[in-house]
């Protein structure tokens, strides 16, 4: 069986550029969400996908938005970046939305200069 | 808003010890509570999940323990090692659906020293 996989692992962009990061779910998981790790901080639920489709969000602005495709693997789009974006963002997959053990991807470096 | 504290922030014992870690969130409706292991730059691995309608929930030399009413719950760690040494989260999913995600504490970062 295999884990929860992102990529890239690490990734340095500019202020203002736009960037895609990707994960794959655990096998047999419908559910995936994202989260947003600062540092010294506990993550920050980004949003949730269940089954292709959108239903949870955190409190984000719109320009962070994303995709699940057919085979559960997801995608999380930044547009405009900013400063405060540098993180650590994770994805994790679950087998039911929201009432199920979550396993997560060892997370995608995000610097922003 | 739910928000989750824990206490200590850091934490450092000698090899050997039992200790106990604390978490505390401010709104009693939840589905489920989990604690969380990371280690630096690395993501989440998941020790335990208690559900709402459980006490404890036990795995080797962890005990956790949920006591809903008051909002509180704490992660034992028996016989403490050098490789229990991690930054341990704690997670609660409320109760309107799960839709909204986990909601994190900032975590206990936990030295054992050899």
């Known amino acids: 069986e295999t884990g929860v996989t992102q990529s890239p692992t690490h990734l340095i962009k500019t202020r203002g550029q736009q960037v895609t990061l990707r994960c794959s779910s655990q096998s047999g998981h419908n559910t995936v969400s994202w989260y947003q790790q600062a540092l010294g901080q506990g993550p920050q639920f980004i949003f949730q996908y269940y089954r292709e489709e959108e239903n949870g969000r955190g409190n984000f602005p719109p320009r962070f938005s994303g995709l699940q495709f057919p085979n559960y693997s997801s995608e999380l789009n930044v547009n405009a970046l900013e400063l405060d974006d540098s993180a650590l963002y994770l994805c994790?997959?679950?087998?039911?939305?929201?009432?199920?053990?979550?396993?997560f991807g060892p997370g995608t470096r995000l610097t922003v200069l | 808003k739910q928000e989750v504290t824990q206490i200590p922030a850091a934490l450092s014992v000698p090899e050997g010890e039992n200790l106990v870690l604390n978490c505390s969130f401010t709104?009693?409706?939840?589905?489920?509570l989990q604690w969380f292991r990371q280690d630096p730059g690395k993501g989440l691995t998941s020790l335990l999940l208690i559900q709402s309608s459980q006490r404890e929930q036990t795995s080797g030399r962890l005990n956790a323990s949920l006591d809903k009413s008051s909002g509180r719950s704490t992660l034992y760690i028996a016989a403490s090692q050098p490789g229990d040494s991690a930054t341990y989260l704690c997670a609660v999913t409320s109760s309107g659906g799960g839709a909204d995600g986990l909601t994190f504490g900032k975590g206990t970062h936990l030295i054992i020293q050899p």
């Open positions: 994790a997959s679950s087998l039911m939305a929201g009432h199920d053990t979550q396993y």
């Open positions: 709104d009693s409706a939840i589905y489920n």
